[in-house]
């Protein structure tokens, strides 16, 4: 036997309150790792974003569009292999009013070539190419909402108002985690066509683009001159590499981030203050036994190492169980739930690699700092009057 | 002095500090090896003083097994946490195992008691998550003895008390009886000279309190412990070879 020992025996001593406070610490570990996997989910897009994918919008904001002739310009620019047109166009599938799902106009060709990372089969991409009213659904989605090669859809407008009629050619999927798999992509000319008669001012005007640059070329300095080009225009760009983009995304909801990053501090915190009770009562409840431990020759460190002993191995068990629990609960359910319905905000909802080793030091930590009041209160026992005190 | 007498003798601990000469001879005729002279022990209830001890001499010669009588408050367990080395006086001198304990630090006094003093408390204090070899080890986990020696040594001290097929066995699997001679095997293994025992037959039934009271005697016989008891019980102070009367903080 080893003084240590002793504390991590005390663990089992009172089997039901410590099955509890594990149970509670691993489901504030729980709630701790869903918390930073909503955060990793959220940032993971702009971690998986291309490295030689250059996105160009409006230089005062996103929500600006830009003329069509600047594809071409932009297509121009040394270091650009291909420009793509892209926007938003914004619709609902009024069979199911409550789904969310991003719908974004394209150059269908010259989609495939930017994002070559979007895998459809070749016969549906030819009928993609080749029907004005097409549109291309991301996996996710049509297994969700259950749509079917073939099948005529109809949309409705929230951007550009009314009805609109499409025809699933394809469902894609995605090598890479760079593009969401919940997002529908239909022609471009489609929805001009549309604006030139309903809007004509809106007319040939693109929301963003997105360039291809050639091998070797650096990102930086080819969004630096795509913007140059037009920095003599009425119209200036901000030209980003995709990781950059991304995380400007990012930025708008920066305070949401912060929120859910704080919340996770919370728990944590409401998780020593539940180990620290029980360590609490375990000390008050063992004060003779301390006592004797005191007149036998044990050291006020000795007992620190007792009681901070048994924090740490009900604040390590809880956060192994919190962590065998998770995976399941996060990877399987919650993960493959937000995957399919919320894909344009959580693409890939796994469990960070660097979460596990996080939490299970931060529960052996906090299980250490929940115990050092009453591990003091225990080191500081006046040992003739703990052995008087019974019980 | 018996056979497993003898094998604890030789099993020194290896902790340091003064033991008993345990001669064989006459405990008056020996050197006391617990004096107290003058010693006052006053307690403060809120801001008024309560005297518990007043200008108490006392001398217990090595090898003695004393009694301490007298009526609840009259200050036997004060004047046992003192001689143990639990408790402070605040005035007067208390010399144990050619110690002054007056003068050793708190941290010293703890080393102090470890080498020197054997506990044997009425309620036992057992841990209840270790085996009673487990419970007999504890004190010598402060040594730099080996997990071996240690066990070797525990087995011994269990043997003695007459445990030795209880060693594995948890404080809810014994007997009062035998959870008190736990109690005492964990008091004799570390070899100290002096062992102290707060009413140690105070849970017990009568015949418990009689095996353990023999077993008492056989210990300040054979391995020639000085040993203090504070009891409330006559029958038990019976057994000692001098009883003290304490009454109102001074000795009778």
């Known amino acids: 036997m080893r003084a240590i020992s002793l504390g991590v025996r005390n663990v089992l001593r009172n089997r039901f309150r410590t099955s509890l406070t594990i149970l509670g610490v691993a489901v504030a570990i729980l709630a701790f790792v869903l918390l930073r996997t909503v955060l990793s989910a959220w940032t993971i897009a702009a971690d998986f974003a291309a490295k030689d994918r250059v996105v160009t919008r409006h230089k005062v904001s996103f929500i600006m569009t830009l003329p069509g002739k600047y594809v071409d310009d932009v297509a121009e620019t040394p270091g650009v292999k291909t420009a793509l047109l892209s926007s938003w166009f914004g619709a609902k599938d009024p069979n199911h009013p409550n789904e969310f799902f991003g719908t974004i106009a394209v150059d269908p060709q010259k989609f495939f070539e930017v994002y070559d990372e979007v895998v459809v089969p070749e016969d549906q991409k030819a009928a993609f190419f080749a029907e004005r009213r097409g549109i291309i659904i991301g996996s996710a989605v049509a297994k969700k909402l259950g749509y079917k090669v073939g099948q005529r859809l109809t949309l409705t407008g929230t951007i550009y108002p009314g009805n609109w009629d499409f025809i699933v050619s394809g469902i894609y999927d995605t090598t890479r985690q760079s593009v969401d798999k919940s997002s529908m992509f239909f022609h471009y000319d489609y929805l001009n066509e549309w604006t030139k008669q309903k809007r004509p001012r809106s007319a040939d005007q693109v929301g963003w683009i997105i360039s291809r640059i050639e091998k070797g070329r650096r990102p930086a300095d080819v969004a630096k001159a795509i913007d140059t080009k037009f920095d003599d225009s009425d119209i200036q760009t901000l030209s980003q590499d995709e990781r950059t983009f991304n995380t400007s995304f990012l930025g708008m909801i920066s305070a949401v981030?912060?929120?859910?990053?704080?919340?996770?501090?919370?728990?944590?915190?409401?998780?020593?203050?539940?180990?620290?009770?029980?360590?609490?009562?375990?000390?008050?409840?063992?004060?003779?036994?301390?006592?004797?431990?005191?007149?036998?020759?044990?050291l006020p460190k000795h007992l620190v190492i007792f009681v901070v002993?048994?924090?740490?191995?009900?604040?390590?068990?809880?956060?192994?169980?919190?962590?065998?629990?998770?995976?399941?609960?996060?990877?399987?359910?919650?993960?493959?739930?937000?995957?399919?319905?919320?894909?344009?905000?959580?693409?890939?909802?796994?469990?960070?690699?660097?979460?596990p080793p996080i939490a299970l030091t931060l529960s052996i930590l906090l299980g250490v700092c929940a115990a050092i009041i009453p591990a003091y209160r225990a080191s500081q026992l006046d040992v003739a009057a703990s052995l008087r005190k019974i019980g | 002095m018996s056979e497993t007498a003898r094998e604890l003798d030789e099993e020194k601990t290896g902790t340091e500090g003064a033991k008993a000469s345990g001669s064989g001879a006459p405990a008056s005729a020996k050197p006391p090896v617990i004096e107290l002279s003058k010693v006052r022990k006053t307690y403060f209830r809120g801001k008024e003083p309560v005297e518990v001890l007043r200008d108490l001499d006392l001398d217990i010669p090595t090898g003695s097994f004393e009694a301490l009588m007298g009526p609840s408050g009259s200050g036997k367990s004060t004047l046992l946490n003192l001689i143990a080395g639990l408790d402070r006086a605040s005035s007067g001198m208390v010399k144990v195992a050619g110690s002054d304990l007056s003068k050793l630090s708190e941290s010293a006094r703890t080393k102090?008691?470890?080498?020197?003093?054997?506990?044997?408390?009425?309620?036992?204090?057992?841990?209840?998550?270790?085996?009673?070899?487990?419970?007999?080890?504890?004190?010598?986990?402060?040594?730099?003895?080996?997990?071996?020696?240690?066990?070797?040594?525990?087995?011994?001290?269990?043997?003695?008390?007459?445990?030795?097929?209880?060693?594995?066995?948890?404080?809810?699997?014994?007997?009062?009886?035998?959870?008190?001679?736990?109690?005492?095997?964990?008091?004799?293994?570390?070899d100290p000279p002096i062992l102290v025992a707060d009413e140690p037959t105070g849970d017990l039934d009568r015949d418990s309190a009689e095996d353990i009271l023999d077993l008492l005697v056989k210990l300040n016989r054979e391995f020639e412990k000085t040993i203090i008891m504070v009891t409330h019980d006559p029958a038990a102070a019976e057994r000692a070879s001098i009883v003290r009367r304490l009454n109102k903080g001074v000795l009778v």
């Open chain 1, 257 to 298: 981030l912060k929120a859910v990053d704080v919340v996770s501090i919370v728990i944590l915190a409401i998780m020593m203050l539940i180990l620290g009770n029980t360590i609490a009562m375990g000390v008050r409840e063992r004060t003779h036994e301390y006592g004797m431990l005191r007149a036998i020759g044990f």
């Open chain 2, 112 to 190: 102090w008691r470890s080498q020197n003093i054997g506990f044997i408390f009425q309620t036992f204090n057992m841990l209840p998550v270790l085996t009673a070899q487990e419970n007999v080890e504890l004190p010598l986990l402060l040594t730099k003895l080996s997990a071996v020696e240690r066990r070797q040594r525990a087995q011994t001290a269990l043997k003695i008390v007459g445990l030795e097929d209880r060693m594995d066995h948890y404080p809810r699997e014994l007997s009062g009886g035998q959870e008190q001679r736990v109690t005492i095997a964990r008091a004799i293994v570390t």
């Open chain 1, 309 to 355: 002993g048994e924090a740490a191995t009900v604040g390590l068990l809880g956060g192994i169980v919190g962590l065998l629990i998770s995976y399941p609960i996060v990877e399987q359910g919650l993960g493959r739930f937000l995957e399919e319905n919320m894909g344009a905000f959580f693409p890939y909802f796994r469990i960070d690699s660097k979460t």
